[in-house]
Structure formats: structure tokens, C-alpha cells
């Protein structure tokens, strides 16, 4: 709270952006310091945008100070130029640098650390932690030792072994680190303390790294890039950095954030060397050559203003009220795309926030406010967040959704052990209670620690609120946080008389209350959910042996005595039952290399209920886990995981600028085409190349040019490179055609193509790439990439999933199969067109769409936003042309009718006596081998 007598406020970035934008001025204050302003998150660049622009209008005689201490200053100096009343052009902000005292740290690159080995795997476009990697850090510990022994205090009873902080990705990384580190008891041999910090482990674990080790012991943290700045361990003398981090991106597709590991920034890098230099000389290991580093590390992380979704800023300045989001948004230091603030500006159409028109014009880029938007607005979560509240309010699950949407707008309140996964998930299901959903388990585990709360269970003793959180593996200061927010989310709502009124302590749901909450979570995130299919009985009948899949695990690549090893087995899955359960309980039948883990069901639960056994045992294969047994006789451990860079799996790497290309092909947005189906996905997905007469003659030239030259093998640096266009052997036909590289598999030699004037996908020898000429490279790609349109699978006809089943593939491929079709475009999407697709030589003139339906293989469905919106807007084009000139739209309609096709040519459509053409036909689905399965 602030007075009279308040000299100086502090307040988050988010709280100061809201008063800016209530007060539309700076005038309050005489001084705003903005800190750590390089991180560069969505709020600190809104508030630098709209502090600049408030300093340019009506609050000229405001100080504005920002701080980092690594920090582009030229860049924001730039940024905050004022022009003054005797100079001619701006002047920069000035600068003012502080240095700090830090101590010596030495830099190491792969370059100077051949002696250790080599690193293997680096790839610009595909960062990934592999195993030599991990080798080499590995060996750097080793070497610190002999680095020790040169010390004249060597030997001492006070010698003091330097901790070492070693910075991965992700989660997955550490533990992948952690195992090989205790591969051959390293860890006990070189008497490592091997320490996980991480936002998901428990306080207790992250309170570890700050304690000191045992004498003669060296602390090994393995960490993420919480390390950087957010937490400060004193005693650091040596870094390995993996120089990489996971970044939150916006997925284009479904508009909901991911996790992407992505190279660090030489910034992060650099915050990341000052960890070994605070108080001693220190050494940072980065595992990257020199000229990697220089090359493909950024300077700085991009912003989130151009990584993630921008909703939410959008919001914020149409409640500013000084102009379209494009424009204010583009005074921004690193604005975003035109096109990203387009696609924000639809979602909130389509969420109601924002309305079609703004000021009672059509803009696709604007759209007045609504009393929905001005909600959204006004909470400090997400619009989809928001609109699930607005859905709660509306279904009368008001108290529950706020719940939710708070603890989906921070960090997740259930926690996990470092060394026990397994009981973490094992507790999270429980919270379940059936219902499968994350959101629901959140919801009951809030509720019942508010309960307890209420009845007092936590007031005997301090430690009993911690203690039950730790058995329940649950966060307590996540748990607080949630209820924080709610109390905030609240008092906001209140503003707008929505009243979260009812106690969720004394509340029980029934399955009515958790059915209606399912639809509301359904609605909120639109269209982002799938459905579950029906699974085929008498597969899992025959997978399973008769087993009950419900109640059954199978493993796979036992030895032939396997019967002697159950006790074993039996061990592997003991986390996967309730501690005081007697492991009695399962039972194992073995056949052949095959084992049927059965689980016992001591409580029916519903029809066909899969045991919570069941989904623990399958988490271990989701995480990995190694499914190992000792066998003595020299036997393969089968059912050991082994990482992709032991098995060979796919090596990508980065595209050369200077390899031939070949042009996208040219979508059209409307209109009609006639086209061949050259490979079907499904039934729904396919991909088509038009078959006019003149692009059947160019691409007969082309493919004339590569029968009658002698073509040069692709050798060399082609060969490393993701992208390459090239000759591939079609192996139906032993002819060559025009393809592009998509991985390349070195240690078996091979590479996956794609055929780009025809979109299927094959698998060829390396020895059958040929170079491409650069008049083979002048005809742009030919494949279209297809969906048909309003339709969707039928529930008699479709999988887990919704996907097509095998019976509507097989029926859409022969419909289709060799036949010339017209394709009435609807819209065009991205890269992709949705069609409806007519066969003429029919008597009836019904679309495939419409046959698909009457057969009972699709179902009639909406069409997706983005599609009508593209519908909406080449129809409006189109309108205003006829409306311009009906004279020009009837001599275009006349030239069309004697002119030649102008899209570009392609080939001929197969035919059974030329089969020479590459087609891809959709047949029964390949099961894969795999250590555990489970319905």
C-alpha cells in the first residue's frame, strides 16, 4: 500500500504496466527503474513501449533508468533517443556502466579438449544432448582431480573440492546425465554428490545444493537454466555447459505454448560463466567448438513478443485505446509480425472478445472491445484461462474453473523426487480419482488442503502442513500461490459482479458436476482436444493372448528361460503397486521371449477400468526408465533402452545456401483444378498435382533431361545437408525424380525423400542420390498438399484418436486411385488447400466429400475458423472485383475459355501399363516392436 509519506514503490512489471495503462500517463512519479530489463519477456517490452511512447507525449520531465547487468546498451540507448530543442537529429539515452569486481574465469571450447575425445551429433537446426556429450563431461569431472592435485593445498584437511555445476536442457537431460555418471560406480569412486535443481523437484532437493558437502566429497549439480540468475550457489569452481536451454514457443498450429530446446544465447552463456567466478578463479567448459559458438549461438534469446502468443497484448492496448494493435505494436524494440498480431487479433474474435468490425468497418486487424475482451483484460492469465472462467460462470462450476485457471497460470503444484518419478505420478493419479485429467486432479488436491486448512488439521504443529504436502507429494509454496491468485482472480471478477461465492472446502462433486466440468474444460480450450475411439476388441485379444488389456502389461525379448527370472520381474514393477501392497498380488505367464505382467483388481471401478498399475507401468517406458534384467548367461539385454545415437536413428543437419532449390509449388487460393491424387495419407489428408496438358509437357521435358544425361552421384557435404534437393530411384520403377532430403540415416546409409511434384515419402539408399541441374530446378514443385472439406471420421470408421480407419482409407484410395478429378478449392490454409473433390466421369454429380458421407465412412462437421475466415476474405475479394468491373470479370471469364491452363506442369497420371510413376498406396498399418505395451 502507498501514502502520502511513500517515497518508493516496488511493484512487478505486470502491476506497473496496468497502471500505465489505467493512468495513460507517467506524471505520479519522478523516477521509473526498470530491472533486468534484458530478459526481454512480454511485459517488460510492453512496458517499455509504452513508457517510451508516455515520454515522447505527456510525461516528458519523467527519469526512466533501466538496469541489467548484460545488456545491448547501444541497442537500447537507440530505442530511447529524444530530440532536443537545439539539435537537428535525436539524440541516443546515455549510457552510464558499472563495473564489478569478479574473479578470473578460465574459457574452454571442444576445440582445446581433444584430448578427452571427440563430440559427435551437433546439429544447428536439431540442438539435442547425445551421448558423447555426456562422455565428455563425464571425463572433465574425472580431470578435475588431477587439476586439484596441483595444488600446493592439496592434501590438507581443509582442502575444499570445487563444486561443479553442469547446465542441460531439460529434465529428461539430467537424468540421461545422472545415469552416466554412476555407470561403473564412478560416482562412488570419485566420491560425487550428484544433486538435481530443477523448478519440478521438491524444495528439500533444491535446498541440497546450497548445503556443503561431506569432507573429500564434490558436489556435481546438475541444472537447468533456473541456475543462471534466478539462484546463486557460493561455492561454483567449475561450469560445463551443454549450451543449450528450452524455450517457450507458441505453436502455430494450436496456438498453445511448448517447450523447444533451443542453442543459448551468447548472453546466457556468458550470465553462465559468471557462476564459477564469485568467489575464486574459476573454469567454464562449454561443449562447443569456437566457430559453433560464433556462428549459431544468438547474441541474445529472441523476445517473447516474437516467440509466443500475443494475445494478451493485444488486449492491453485496445484497452490503451491510441490506435490499432499493429501500429502500437510495432513501436515495439523487437516488434512482432504483421501476421502474428493478425492471427492474435482473430483468436480473440473468435473467443468474443473482440468484435468483427471496428467502428463499424470490417478489419481484419482490429475490433472494438467487448465486455468479454474488457474481462479478459482485466485478469492476469491467459484469454483461454479467461474464457474458462466465463464458461464456469456460465455452466454454474464458477469456483472450480478459477481454481484451475490459476494453477494452469503457474507452475505446477504436484512435485516429483529426483530418484522416485514413480511415486510422484503414483500420487498424482490418485488425485485423479478417475476422472484422467490433470486439470480435475488440481482441482482435488486444492480442495482437500483448503479442507484441511479449514478444520484445523494443520494448526497442532508447523511442520504437519509441510509434512502432509511432502506425502502427497504436492508443492506447498505452489499450492499457496494457487490460492493467491485465486483470491486476486476474484476480486477481479468482482468488478465485473461475477461473485465467487461457494465454498469448494464443503463442496462435493458428483459424476454430473465432474461430466458438466469436462464439457466447460472441452469449450475453454476449443478446438484443441481429441476424442476417444473405440478400441478393436479382437486385436488386443490376439496381442494380449487372451490377457485382460485392462489389467495387463507385456513384456517383450525375455530369454528362453524366462520363467527364471520372475522374481526379477517382480521387483521391476513394484513401484507400480501401492507400497503395502503384497507383490503377491500379480501374476506372471510367460510365453516364449514374452511375459504378461497381470495386475490384481481388487476393486471393480467401472466397466473395463484401467488399473492405476496399468498407467504407472507405462510412465516407466514414457520416461525411459531402463528395463534391465542381469542375466548370467551372455545374453543382450533386450530390454535395455538405448539412447538414438547408439541405434543409429536419423542425423539431421542444417540446410546449405548454396545447394540447388527447387520453388514451392503455387497454391491457388480458389476456383477450380483438375488434378490426380498421387499419394494418400487418409482418407481426409491426401496429396494431388494437376493434370493440364501443358504441365504434363514441361514435366515430360524434365523428366527427358534426366533419362538422356549421365547423372553424378550426390557425395560430399550434399549429402549432410537437411533439405538438399536432388535425383532419388523410385524403387517401384528404378526412375529417378526430382526429391528433397529430409533425414539421412549415415550408419545405415540411407535417406528419407520426399517427391516433391508428387508428396509421397520413400526411404532410398544414399548410392541412388543424383545431383539436379539447374533447368531441372526451374519447374516449381508440383504437389499440393489436400484436406477434404466438412467432413470427418465416422465413429463406426475411425480409431483411438479420431483418426480414418483402414476400411475409409481403403475406400477413399479407390475412389480416387488413377482417375482425373476436379477439385473445387474452398479455402487455402498456410500451404495446404481444402477441397471438395468430384470425379466427372460419374453420372451423378456428387462430391467425394458427400460420397464418403452417404456410405457411412465421414460425418458432416464444421469447418475450421481459419479456413471460413479464409473463405470469407476471397469471397469479399471477389466481390469487390465484380463490383469494380463486371466488363473485365466477363472478358477474364471469355479469355479462360481458349487460353492455356497457365499453372505450372507436371507429369502424366499413372496408368496400369506405365506404372513408372511414384505412388504410394495407403494399406494395413505395420505394428512396431516395442519393450512394453498396454492398451
Request: contains cysteine; aromatic residues 6%.
Given at each position: 500500500?502507498?501514502?502520502?509519506?511513500?517515497?518508493?514503490?516496488?511493484?512487478?512489471?505486470?502491476?506497473?504496466?496496468?497502471?500505465?495503462?489505467?493512468?495513460?500517463?507517467?506524471?505520479?512519479?519522478?523516477?521509473?527503474?526498470?530491472?533486468?530489463?534484458?530478459?526481454?519477456?512480454?511485459?517488460?517490452?510492453?512496458?517499455?513501449?509504452?513508457?517510451?511512447?508516455?515520454?515522447?507525449?505527456?510525461?516528458?520531465?519523467?527519469?526512466?533508468?533501466?538496469?541489467?547487468?548484460?545488456?545491448?546498451?547501444?541497442?537500447?540507448?537507440?530505442?530511447?533517443?529524444?530530440?532536443?530543442?537545439?539539435?537537428?537529429?535525436?539524440?541516443?539515452?546515455?549510457?552510464?556502466?558499472?563495473?564489478?569486481?569478479?574473479?578470473?574465469?578460465?574459457?574452454?571450447?571442444?576445440?582445446?579438449?581433444?584430448?578427452?575425445?571427440?563430440?559427435?551429433?551437433?546439429?544447428?537446426?536439431?540442438?539435442?544432448?547425445?551421448?558423447?556429450?555426456?562422455?565428455?563431461?563425464?571425463?572433465?569431472?574425472?580431470?578435475?582431480?588431477?587439476?586439484?592435485?596441483?595444488?600446493?593445498?592439496?592434501?590438507?584437511?581443509?582442502?575444499?573440492?570445487?563444486?561443479?555445476?553442469?547446465?542441460?536442457?531439460?529434465?529428461?537431460?539430467?537424468?540421461?546425465?545422472?545415469?552416466?555418471?554412476?555407470?561403473?560406480?564412478?560416482?562412488?569412486?570419485?566420491?560425487?554428490?550428484?544433486?538435481?535443481?530443477?523448478?519440478?523437484?521438491?524444495?528439500?532437493?533444491?535446498?541440497?545444493?546450497?548445503?556443503?558437502?561431506?569432507?573429500?566429497?564434490?558436489?556435481?549439480?546438475?541444472?537447468?537454466?533456473?541456475?543462471?540468475?534466478?539462484?546463486?550457489?557460493?561455492?561454483?569452481?567449475?561450469?560445463?555447459?551443454?549450451?543449450?536451454?528450452?524455450?517457450?514457443?507458441?505453436?502455430?498450429?494450436?496456438?498453445?505454448?511448448?517447450?523447444?530446446?533451443?542453442?543459448?544465447?551468447?548472453?546466457?552463456?556468458?550470465?553462465?560463466?559468471?557462476?564459477?567466478?564469485?568467489?575464486?578463479?574459476?573454469?567454464?567448459?562449454?561443449?562447443?567448438?569456437?566457430?559453433?559458438?560464433?556462428?549459431?549461438?544468438?547474441?541474445?534469446?529472441?523476445?517473447?513478443?516474437?516467440?509466443?502468443?500475443?494475445?494478451?497484448?493485444?488486449?492491453?492496448?485496445?484497452?490503451?485505446?491510441?490506435?490499432?494493435?499493429?501500429?502500437?505494436?510495432?513501436?515495439?524494440?523487437?516488434?512482432?509480425?504483421?501476421?502474428?498480431?493478425?492471427?492474435?487479433?482473430?483468436?480473440?474474435?473468435?473467443?468474443?472478445?473482440?468484435?468483427?468490425?471496428?467502428?463499424?468497418?470490417?478489419?481484419?486487424?482490429?475490433?472494438?472491445?467487448?465486455?468479454?475482451?474488457?474481462?479478459?483484460?482485466?485478469?492476469?492469465?491467459?484469454a483461454r484461462l479467461g474464457r474458462l472462467i466465463l464458461l464456469g460462470h456460465v455452466f454454474d462450476c464458477l469456483e472450480e474453473t478459477v481454481v484451475i485457471a490459476a494453477a494452469l497460470s503457474q507452475r505446477s503444484i504436484f512435485t516429483g523426487l529426483f530418484n522416485n518419478e514413480m511415486k510422484a505420478y503414483r500420487s498424482k493419479i490418485g488425485w485423479m480419482e478417475r476422472t484422467s485429467s490433470d486439470c480435475i486432479a488440481v482441482l482435488f488436491a486444492y480442495k482437500e488442503w483448503i479442507r484441511l486448512q479449514k478444520v484445523g488439521y494443520f494448526s497442532t504443529s508447523k511442520r504437519k502442513e509441510a509434512s502432509w504436502c511432502s506425502d502427497n507429494m504436492l508443492h506447498l509454496n505452489g499450492l499457496k500461490g494457487v490460492a493467491d491468485t485465486v483470491r486476486d482472480l476474484s476480486t477481479r471478477l468482482a468488478r465485473f459482479r461475477i461473485q465467487v461465492q461457494r465454498d469448494l472446502a464443503n463442496t462435493e462433486m458428483n459424476k454430473t458436476d465432474i461430466l458438466i466440468l469436462k464439457v466447460v474444460l472441452c469449450g475453454a480450450f476449443y478446438p484443441n482436444y481429441f476424442r476417444w475411439g473405440v478400441g478393436d476388441e479382437e486385436v488386443n485379444r490376439r496381442l494380449f493372448c487372451g490377457h485382460n488389456h485392462c489389467t495387463t502389461v507385456m513384456l517383450a525379448g525375455l530369454p528362453a528361460n524366462g520363467p527364471k527370472y520372475a522374481g526379477d520381474i517382480c521387483t521391476m514393477f513394484s513401484d507400480c503397486v501401492e507400497p503395502r501392497a503384497d507383490l503377491r498380488g500379480k501374476a506372471l505367464h510367460f510365453d516364449g521371449s514374452k511375459v504378461f505382467v497381470e495386475f490384481e483388481q481388487k476393486k471393480q471401478r467401472g466397466r473395463q477400468a484401467v488399473l492405476d498399475s496399468v498407467l504407472i507401468a507405462l510412465k516407466k517406458r514414457q520416461m525411459r526408465e531402463p528395463l534391465a534384467l542381469y542375466i548370467a548367461e551372455n545374453i543382450p539385454e533386450t530390454l535395455k533402452f538405448r539412447p538414438p545415437?547408439?541405434?543409429?536413428?536419423?542425423?539431421?543437419?542444417?540446410?546449405?545456401?548454396?545447394?540447388?532449390?527447387?520453388?514451392?509449388?503455387?497454391?491457388?487460393?480458389?476456383?477450380?483444378?483438375?488434378?490426380?491424387?498421387?499419394?494418400?495419407?487418409?482418407?481426409?489428408?491426401?496429396?494431388?498435382?494437376?493434370?493440364?496438358?501443358?504441365?504434363?509437357?514441361?514435366?515430360?521435358?524434365?523428366?527427358?533431361?534426366?533419362?538422356?544425361?549421365?547423372?553424378?552421384?550426390?557425395?560430399?557435404?550434399?549429402?549432410?545437408?537437411?533439405?538438399?534437393?536432388?535425383?532419388?530411384?523410385?524403387?517401384?520403377?528404378?526412375?529417378?525424380?526430382?526429391?528433397?532430403?529430409?533425414?539421412?540415416?549415415?550408419?545405415?546409409?540411407?535417406?528419407?525423400?520426399?517427391?516433391?511434384?508428387?508428396?509421397?515419402?520413400?526411404?532410398?539408399?544414399?548410392?541412388?542420390?543424383?545431383?539436379?541441374?539447374?533447368?531441372?530446378?526451374?519447374?516449381?514443385?508440383?504437389?499440393?498438399?489436400?484436406?477434404?472439406?466438412?467432413?470427418?471420421?465416422?465413429?463406426?470408421?475411425?480409431?483411438?484418436?479420431?483418426?480414418?480407419?483402414?476400411?475409409?482409407?481403403?475406400?477413399?484410395?479407390?475412389?480416387?486411385?488413377?482417375?482425373?478429378?476436379?477439385?473445387?478449392?474452398?479455402?487455402?490454409?498456410?500451404?495446404?488447400?481444402?477441397?471438395?473433390?468430384?470425379?466427372?466421369?460419374?453420372?451423378?454429380?456428387?462430391?467425394?466429400?458427400?460420397?464418403?458421407?452417404?456410405?457411412?465412412?465421414?460425418?458432416?462437421?464444421?469447418?475450421?475458423?481459419?479456413?471460413?475466415?479464409?473463405?470469407?476474405?476471397?469471397?469479399?475479394?471477389?466481390?469487390?472485383?465484380?463490383?469494380?468491373?463486371?466488363?473485365?470479370?466477363?472478358?477474364?471469364?471469355?479469355?479462360?475459355?481458349?487460353?492455356?491452363?497457365?499453372?505450372?506442369?507436371?507429369?502424366?497420371?499413372?496408368?496400369?501399363?506405365?506404372?513408372?510413376?511414384?505412388?504410394?498406396?495407403?494399406?494395413?498399418?505395420?505394428?512396431?516392436?516395442?519393450?512394453?505395451?498396454?492398451?
Open positions: 500500500m502507498t501514502s502520502d509519506d511513500t517515497r518508493l514503490t516496488f511493484v512487478t512489471t505486470g502491476v506497473l504496466l496496468e497502471k500505465l495503462i489505467g493512468m495513460k500517463n507517467m506524471n505520479e512519479y519522478t523516477h521509473i527503474i526498470l530491472d533486468e530489463v534484458h530478459e526481454r519477456n512480454l511485459e517488460t517490452d510492453l512496458c517499455l513501449l509504452l513508457v517510451r511512447k508516455l515520454l515522447r507525449t505527456n510525461s516528458r520531465h519523467v527519469k526512466v533508468v533501466l538496469m541489467s547487468a548484460t545488456l545491448e546498451s547501444r541497442e537500447y540507448s537507440q530505442y530511447f533517443r529524444v530530440r532536443l530543442p537545439s539539435q537537428a537529429t535525436p539524440t541516443p539515452a546515455p549510457v552510464l556502466s558499472v563495473d564489478g569486481r569478479v574473479w578470473p574465469v578460465m574459457e574452454f571450447y571442444l576445440d582445446d579438449l581433444r584430448d578427452f575425445g571427440e563430440v559427435e551429433g551437433l546439429v544447428a537446426d536439431n540442438p539435442r544432448v547425445n551421448l558423447t556429450q555426456r562422455l565428455m563431461c563425464k571425463a572433465l569431472i574425472n580431470h578435475f582431480n588431477r587439476l586439484e592435485m596441483e595444488d600446493p593445498s592439496y592434501g590438507r584437511g581443509d582442502f575444499f573440492r570445487g563444486t561443479v555445476l553442469c547446465f542441460l536442457p531439460g529434465m529428461p537431460d539430467i537424468r540421461d546425465m545422472e545415469r552416466t555418471l554412476k555407470e561403473d560406480n564412478f560416482d562412488e569412486v570419485q566420491r560425487l554428490s550428484i544433486l538435481p535443481l530443477h523448478s519440478s523437484v521438491s524444495q528439500e532437493e533444491q535446498y541440497r545444493v546450497f548445503l556443503a558437502p561431506q569432507d573429500g566429497t564434490r558436489k556435481v549439480i546438475l541444472a537447468t537454466n533456473i541456475a543462471e540468475s534466478s539462484i546463486t550457489v557460493p561455492d561454483i569452481k567449475y561450469v560445463v555447459d551443454f549450451c543449450m536451454v528450452k524455450q517457450l514457443l507458441t505453436d502455430q498450429e494450436t496456438g498453445f505454448d511448448r517447450l523447444v530446446t533451443t542453442w543459448a544465447s551468447k548472453a546466457a552463456l556468458k550470465q553462465r560463466k559468471g557462476r564459477a567466478g564469485r568467489v575464486s578463479a574459476g573454469r567454464c567448459y562449454r561443449l562447443i567448438k569456437r566457430e559453433f559458438f560464433r556462428k549459431y549461438c544468438p547474441n541474445y534469446s529472441v523476445p517473447e513478443m516474437q516467440r509466443r502468443s500475443i494475445e494478451h497484448p493485444v488486449l492491453k492496448t485496445k484497452k490503451l485505446d491510441m490506435g490499432e494493435p499493429t501500429q502500437i505494436l510495432s513501436l515495439a524494440l523487437q516488434p512482432p509480425s504483421k501476421v502474428d498480431v493478425e492471427k492474435a487479433v482473430t483468436n480473440l474474435k473468435e473467443l468474443g472478445a473482440l468484435t468483427v468490425t471496428c467502428g463499424g468497418v470490417v478489419n481484419p486487424a482490429d475490433g472494438d472491445l467487448t465486455f468479454v475482451g474488457s474481462l479478459l483484460e482485466a485478469l492476469p492469465i491467459s545415437e547408439e541405434t543409429g536413428e536419423e542425423v539431421r543437419e542444417d540446410f546449405s545456401s548454396d545447394v540447388a532449390e527447387i520453388k514451392p509449388a503455387e497454391i491457388p487460393r480458389s476456383g477450380e483444378l483438375k488434378v490426380m491424387v498421387t499419394d494418400v495419407v487418409d482418407a481426409g489428408h491426401f496429396w494431388v498435382r494437376r493434370c493440364d496438358r501443358d504441365t504434363t509437357r514441361v514435366l515430360r521435358d524434365v523428366m527427358s533431361s534426366i533419362a538422356n544425361r549421365t547423372l553424378l552421384p550426390l557425395t560430399g557435404d550434399y549429402l549432410k545437408f537437411q533439405g538438399t534437393f536432388c535425383l532419388a530411384m523410385f524403387t517401384s520403377d528404378g526412375l529417378y525424380y526430382r526429391a528433397r532430403i529430409d533425414s539421412i540415416n549415415m550408419s545405415h546409409n540411407c535417406a528419407t525423400v520426399t517427391f516433391v511434384d508428387y508428396g509421397n515419402t520413400q526411404t532410398v539408399s544414399l548410392a541412388s542420390l543424383t545431383r539436379l541441374l539447374p533447368r531441372e530446378c526451374q519447374l516449381p514443385a508440383q504437389a499440393l498438399e489436400c484436406y477434404l472439406t466438412c467432413v470427418r471420421p465416422a465413429p463406426a470408421h475411425s480409431t483411438e484418436g479420431s483418426a480414418w480407419a483402414d476400411t475409409a482409407n481403403a475406400y477413399f484410395d479407390e475412389l480416387v486411385r488413377e482417375k482425373r478429378l476436379v477439385a473445387k478449392v474452398f479455402s487455402r490454409v498456410t500451404d495446404t488447400l481444402r477441397v471438395e473433390l468430384y470425379d466427372r466421369n460419374r453420372r451423378d454429380d456428387v462430391s467425394i466429400n458427400e460420397i464418403m458421407v452417404l456410405e457411412g465412412y465421414a460425418t458432416k462437421c464444421e469447418e475450421p475458423y481459419l479456413s471460413k475466415i479464409a473463405f470469407a476474405q476471397i469471397r469479399a475479394q471477389e466481390k469487390a472485383e465484380q463490383a469494380a468491373s463486371h466488363m473485365t470479370a466477363h472478358l477474364e471469364t471469355e479469355g479462360e475459355e481458349h487460353t492455356p491452363n497457365p499453372s505450372p506442369p507436371s507429369h502424366p497420371p499413372p496408368t496400369k501399363s506405365s506404372p513408372g510413376l511414384p505412388i504410394l498406396c495407403v494399406g494395413a498399418p505395420v505394428a512396431a516392436s516395442t519393450d512394453l505395451l498396454a492398451r
